[in-house]
């Protein structure tokens, strides 16, 4: 472990050469590191920012500006974090709370982050950031809670846009999954590993990538990075991609019918 943390945060210059943390080239996941790093690439000057710790683990933060985040918000003036992950033996080291002070820094109003009232695989922890003054600003179906901690006071609360709050999808006849660039593992698991377990359930699977911003802050999900809709509604953001965590999340929806 290193003594002292040590940051790395990602610029055109270095962009190639770095890793970004939740996926290595050479996994499943190494179309969608390429296909991320375009992503960023295009993010950057948008006041986009991916930090990371200089070493070979999954300790990194990602921010931009709201009205630049691929998410749909209304939060003039605050940082929008996407992705807050310190995992394995890099835990209790501090690393996140620094990540997290870098962000705040650089914050007008505040900072807003989605997250879950109960702790959920590939989202940010709320528990944490509780620690750390933030709270429950808005929610969205069927489970999603904007949390949010204010520089300024008299800020206007950030709030999700229209359609995450009645999460609906037009395609009613089976799984379709919305998803974004801006995780690498989309690109595997989404069109590959979903893609199988569905056909194996007998069940129809289409997909719906989001491609532009615009696109992302009205789509019909708070979490467009990855959502999962069955026969037009909205039930998990998880990844689908093997027959037990299919049936984890979609056996009680379709007892339900």
């Given amino acids: 472990m290193k003594p002292e943390s040590q940051f790395i945060t990602l610029s055109p210059e270095n962009l190639d050469r770095e890793h970004i943390c939740c996926a290595f080239a050479g996994s499943k996941a190494a179309a969608g590191v390429a296909g991320k790093k375009e992503w960023i690439r295009g993010q950057l000057d948008k006041g986009f920012v991916f930090r990371k710790l200089d070493a070979k683990a999954k300790v990194f933060i990602e921010y931009t500006p709201a009205e630049q985040a691929w998410a749909p918000l209304d939060a003039p003036g605050y940082l929008a974090i996407s992705c807050f992950w310190v995992s394995g033996k890099y835990k209790g080291h501090g690393f996140g709370k620094e990540l997290l002070a870098s962000c705040e820094a650089e914050a007008e109003n505040g900072v807003v982050v989605v997250s879950s009232a109960k702790k959920r695989p590939f989202m940010a922890d709320k528990k944490f950031f509780e620690q750390y003054g933030y709270e429950v600003c808005d929610t969205a179906p069927p489970y999603f809670e904007l949390l949010v901690k204010r520089m300024k006071k008299d800020s206007p609360l950030p709030r999700f846009r229209a359609a995450p709050k009645h999460p609906a999808c037009p395609n009613t006849g089976g799984i379709t999954v919305y998803y974004t660039a801006q995780c690498p593992y989309n690109e595997y698991y989404v069109n590959v590993a979903e893609a199988e377990v569905a056909k194996r359930h007998g069940l129809p699977f289409v997909v719906h990538p989001i491609t532009t911003q615009a696109e992302a802050r009205d789509a019909p ?37």
């Fill in 221 to 257: 999900t708070a979490f467009p990075l990855h959502s999962v809709f069955y026969k037009g509604k909205l039930v998990t953001h998880e990844f689908l991609y093997d027959d037990r965590t299919f049936d984890r999340v979609m056996k009680p929806v379709l007892a339900r019918e």
